[in-house]
Each structure stands twice: as C-alpha cells, then as structure tokens.
C-alpha cells in the first residue's frame, strides 16, 4: 500500500507558474511509475505526464507539452509537476497516482493509487 498527498494548487493568472508537489508513503516508492492527472468540472479525468521509475523518461499529453515538466525525487519519496504559462483551460483537480505496471501509463485505469487532488485555477 502507498498513501499520496498532493499540495501546491492555488490560484494563479494566465502565464503564471506552480509546482505541485506529491508526497508518497508506505510502500517502495521506486517501485511505482508516477503520473498526473487532471479533472476539470463535467469532464472525463484526462492524463497530464508521467514519469518511470528512475525518472529517466517522461510522457506528456499533447496540451501541456513545452509547458509542463514531471519529475521525481527517489531520496525524497516525492513526484513533481512543473506548470509553467498556464492557461485558463488548465483549471483543474490535479491527481497524482502510482502504478507498478510498465505500460499504458496514459490511461488512468492502469494506475494502482490515488491522491486526494489539488485545486489548481488560472484565471483569464
């Protein structure tokens, strides 16, 4: 089992920055390939990044690319997700979650754990 705990989120104006942070316990955490997802209000739940386990390669959906930066610190149990030039359309709950599968790590349904999300708001 792995407890994960997002922070970060706020409220920023378009072109501003953040960093989210996600804190992870329990299990291994190199063990788990880490991604951030996102859900704005009436919508699907839609990939953001993802990163492997020794943070070697990364994996961005197409909205955030040039934008977004996903990262991890082993030695700190923590993931990262750089936002930089946000947009309003960014206003989201942002999720991080674990998976111990190798593939796939686009679809949210390969993922094992779950946060709680953070708010994040860009406004216009």
């Known amino acids: 089992q792995v407890q994960l705990v997002e922070s970060g989120g706020g409220l920023v104006q378009a072109g501003g920055s953040l960093r989210l942070s996600c804190a992870a316990s329990?299990?291994?955490?190199?063990?788990?390939?880490m991604g951030w997802f996102r859900q704005a209000p009436g919508k699907e739940r839609e990939f953001v990044a993802a990163?492997?386990?020794?943070?070697?390669?990364?994996y961005y959906a197409d909205s955030v690319k040039g934008r977004f930066t996903i990262s991890r610190d082993n030695a700190k149990n923590t993931v990262y997700l750089h936002m930089n030039s946000l947009k309003p359309e960014d206003t989201a709950v942002y999720y991080c979650?674990?998976?111990?599968?190798?593939?796939?790590?686009?679809?949210?349904?390969?993922?094992?754990?779950w946060g709680q999300g953070t708010q994040v708001t860009v406004s216009s």
């Open positions: 329990g299990r291994t955490f190199s063990s788990y390939a």
């Open positions: 979650a674990g998976t111990l599968g190798y593939t796939d790590y686009s679809k949210h349904v390969r993922y094992d754990y």
């Open positions: 990163v492997t386990r020794s943070g070697g390669s990364t």
